[in-house]
């Protein structure tokens, strides 16, 4: 079982930065974002692979959002800009050991899962 512990989240005013965190208590081979604000479902935000080797963002962060890591298996961050009224949700972290023939994109994709960390954007 691998734990995972994001940080980060908080109220930014809108057009304001963000960086989010997630460590995992054990190695992983990538790291995704997903978010889920109410009454809609969980979307996808980015992913990344451990090594940086790979990466995916939805349309509706690409541009504005950087993900990275430290280089171990460990530790991967997303830093979001120009926050709008569409991006207050509940962010998820994501991970899994290994690529597999499902989307990064995709939940299928993913062992295991962080508690959430709340964003919220005031305008």
């Known amino acids: 079982q691998v734990q995972l512990v994001e940080s980060g989240g908080g109220l930014v005013q809108a057009g304001d930065s963000l960086r989010l965190s997630c460590k995992a208590s054990?190695?992983?081979?990538?790291m995704g974002w997903f978010r889920q604000a109410p009454g809609t479902e969980r979307e996808f935000v980015a992913a990344i692979t451990y090594n940086g080797a790979s990466s995916s963002y939805a349309d509706s962060v690409r541009g504005r959002s950087t993900l990275s890591t430290d280089g171990t298996e460990y530790t991967m961050a997303l830093e979001m800009n120009n926050l709008t009224p569409q991006d207050p949700a509940v962010y998820y972290c994501?991970?899994?050991?290994?690529?597999?023939?499902?989307?990064?994109?995709?939940?299928?994709?993913?062992?295991?899962w962080g508690q959430g960390t709340q964003v919220t954007v005031s305008s």
């Open positions: 054990r190695p992983t081979y990538v």
């Open positions: 994501a991970a899994a050991r290994t690529l597999t023939s499902a989307p990064m994109a995709s939940g299928s994709h993913y062992e295991w």
